[in-house]
């Protein structure tokens, strides 16, 4: 058990020796920043003495986290682009264990980017640290063999999701489902209109205006790649409905810039580029142009009527699509275990495709009565309480020293 210190007060981004006792995280993700900031909150209430330390984004480090290598370079996806970063991985990973041998924490949480967690947990875990994973691989949807291989790196595994316990079950590892801190943020009454009343004011946009909220990715590399065929979509858009508003949002300098950038050559389009956060464009829009991820968690959440769409290197693509076991990559279809909303992949995610199904949804006779009555008991599924029982399925784990 965790002995109670008082905390104190160190500089950011310091490979210095750590206070004792701390807690270690490693999140290389936007999303798992998030995670990470409402489990270090949790994590503090029980424990208000101990620090938090490891690598994390701009939430996290605004909870007291001490980031020792920026969270923006982990930013990676794809089947390929971690080879072009090879070399400097493995440095950090050994640069990592290294410090956590040194400096043992009372527990090491990887949040998400597998990848990555998955080497560095295990090479602590052989030699005695403890290790929770936060947030399973999709191990339901391609590569089930990973399901082994976070069983032979973590003690404990935090799901977001109910499905995916089943998984595991046949494995030596502690699996606690959470739920998602998504469900938990967003009120179950979110659909309501009274929401798009109030953050629509934020960008002056009157109630009669049709409003679509384009999400490109958070990625700098999926932005490039997916942006340009959503802007293409809404040039579409525009010539049915003329008085339409675009709104990105930008959830990094570099992203803005670039939106920015793109916008310049979409003059006669009303698109509005904001940095922060998606949820508050999601609030003020009709509907919804995102790319496959946890957006579009969060536009279910929100009861916002969505396309989704996604596109690959066309190696990745063609190697996932022999492996994929579903026949959905959108989260609401995943969720449901039926086609809840649109999704097009690779070159059937065409701006003709994508501007048609988002024309449609814009039509004031368009049926959303399903939809929303779905997305509503989704949500109550998913709203557990999630940082608190993370938080508690931690405590319980190091109750077992």
């Not at 999303?31 to 029980?46: C, E, P, T, W, Y």
């Not at 009303?270 to 464009?281: E, F, M």
Request: glycine residues 6%; proline residues 5%.
């Amino acid at each position: 058990m965790i002995r109670k210190i008082k905390r104190t007060t160190r500089k950011t981004n310091s490979w210095a020796t750590p206070p004792k006792p701390y807690i270690a995280i490693v999140a290389g993700e936007p999303s798992g920043d998030s995670l990470g900031a409402g489990l270090i909150d949790a994590l503090s209430q029980r424990y208000p003495g101990v620090d938090f330390l490891g690598v994390g984004g701009n939430q996290m480090r605004s909870k007291g986290f001490v980031s020792l290598y920026p969270i923006d370079k982990l930013s990676i996806n794809g089947l390929f682009q971690p080879i072009g970063h090879f070399f400097r991985l493995i440095f950090l990973v050994a640069r990592l264990e290294y410090y956590f041998l040194k400096h043992r924490p009372e527990v090491f949480i990887g949040i998400d980017f597998n990848a990555f967690n998955l080497i560095l947990e295990r090479r602590l875990r052989r030699k005695g640290v403890k290790i929770v994973h936060y947030v399973s691989p999709s191990v339901y949807a391609w590569r089930s063999w990973r399901a082994k291989r976070v069983a032979s790196s973590a003690d404990m595994l935090l799901t977001l999701f109910p499905f995916e316990s089943a998984f595991y079950s046949d494995l030596e590892l502690k699996v606690k489902y959470v739920g998602h801190p998504l469900a938990d943020a967003i009120p179950l009454d979110a659909q309501k209109k009274q929401s798009r009343i109030i953050k629509s004011s934020r960008f002056g946009i009157s109630l009669e205006q049709p409003c679509v909220a384009m999400l490109p990715g958070s990625r700098l590399g999926e932005f490039k790649k997916i942006a340009p065929i959503f802007l293409a979509s809404a040039r579409r858009i525009n010539s049915v409905y003329g008085d339409v508003v675009f709104l990105i949002p930008c959830v990094s300098r570099d992203i803005k810039n670039l939106a920015d950038v793109m916008v310049k050559s979409c003059s006669d389009l009303n698109i509005i580029t904001y940095s922060g956060d998606s949820k508050i464009g999601l609030q003020a829009c009709d509907v919804v142009l995102t790319k496959a991820g946890t957006s579009t968690l969060e536009a279910l959440l929100l009861g916002r009527p969505m396309v989704v769409a996604y596109k690959l290197d066309l190696l990745s693509y063609w190697i996932i699509r022999l492996l994929l076991k579903t026949p959905y990559v959108a989260l609401p279809n995943i969720l449901f275990g039926k086609r809840l909303v649109d999704e097009y992949i690779q070159h059937k995610a065409t701006p003709k495709i994508l501007s048609d199904r988002i024309i449609s949804l814009l039509d004031r006779e368009y049926d959303h009565s399903h939809y929303l009555h779905t997305a509503a008991g989704i949500h109550k599924d998913l709203a557990q309480n999630a940082n608190e029982r993370a938080a508690e399925a931690v405590a319980n784990l190091l109750g077992e020293a």
